[in-house]
């Protein structure tokens, strides 16, 4: 029996002056989920992972978690490819292509941000904008302004030497008085100060509220956990043409399919897909 993954904490809350929504994650927890899923990576691959896993669970708040929520961003930095993928049921997992060589700089253009949103009564979102100058967060205040004329301001953080990590997503209201917004973005710069130990959903929430108070309006735990199973693979293998399912056997033996997201290898031989036995 295997442990449970450790979760972390979402939560997303109103100021109590009406101005200012915000939603604020512990995601230490995510990083944990990702240096045990992808051992073969380094730590700061993990932390650009986390990051990305974080912006997830961080814009999923904004459908009051029923949705199913995925962000893909390809660059040339050292991160080729990152995927993050968060689902209502609070499962979160993600993989990292990494390039060999590209520097010091995890995410640069030229490249692309797509966000893609789906729920159970509707058909897919998919929304993509070219890469901006700038980290995880610039991209998805980039997209949010663009694509839901939304002015919104992501922070994102995570340590590679001790796993420290977490989120803030802070959104003016419409009749936000000036002063007030101005006040914002003043505490917002001031956020450097704040360890990283010491900015959990609470601290961030009464750092923003600037002692107004703020209302809870929703709360979910993440777990890093992939959704991968046997069943699963041999049911997306069966789609294929029988052609291209031919051509998985051409060599003598089980044929072996590793999952991106956990790194399982399932054996599928010749008689499981092509005579429909699981």
């Known amino acids: 029996m295997t442990d449970a993954p450790p979760q972390a904490r979402v939560t997303k809350a109103l100021t109590r002056d009406g101005h200012i929504r915000l939603s604020a994650l512990d995601a230490s927890p995510l990083w944990d989920g990702v ?17 990305l896993l974080s912006a997830a669970g961080l814009l999923q708040t904004r459908a009051h978690f029923g949705e199913r929520l995925q962000l893909l961003l390809k660059g040339a930095g050292r991160a080729k490819a990152v995927v993050a993928d968060c689902w209502p049921d609070g499962t ?4 990292l292509d990494l390039r060999e060589e590209g ?17 159970p009564n509707g058909q ?12 995880i967060q610039a991209q998805v205040e980039y997209y949010l302004q663009q694509s839901e004329q939304v002015q919104a301001s992501m922070t994102l953080w995570c340590d590679p030497a001790t796993g420290e990590a977490g ?33 959990t959903p609470e601290f961030l929430a009464t750092w923003v509220a600037q002692g107004q108070g703020t209302e809870p309006l929703a709360a979910t735990d993440l777990a890093y956990r992939c959704r991968c199973s046997r069943e699963a693979l041999l049911a997306t293998l069966r789609t294929f043409p029988r052609s291209q399912q031919e051509d998985l056997f ?15 290898r399932y054996p599928v031989s010749r008689e499981d897909l092509l005579g429909g036995g699981a």
Not at 103 to 119: C, E, K
Not at 124 to 135: A, F, H, K
């Open 92 to 95: 979160i997992r993600g993989v």
């Open 103 to 119: 520097g010091d700089t995890w995410i640069a253009a030229p490249g692309l941000f797509q966000v893609m949103r789906s729920n």
């Open 167 to 199: 989120g803030l997503l802070v959104e003016p209201l419409p009749q936000c008085p000036p002063e007030r917004l101005a006040r914002l973005v003043q505490a917002l710069d001031g956020l450097d100060v704040v360890p990283l130990w010491e900015r």
């Open 124 to 135: 897919p979102y998919i929304g993509t904008l070219p890469l901006v100058e700038g980290d």
């Open 35 to 51: 240096r045990r899923g992808h051992p073969h990576l380094e730590p700061r691959a993990c932390a650009c992972l986390t990051e």
């Open 250 to 264: 051409r060599e003598p033996g089980p044929l072996e399919v590793r999952c991106d997201y956990c790194g399982t």
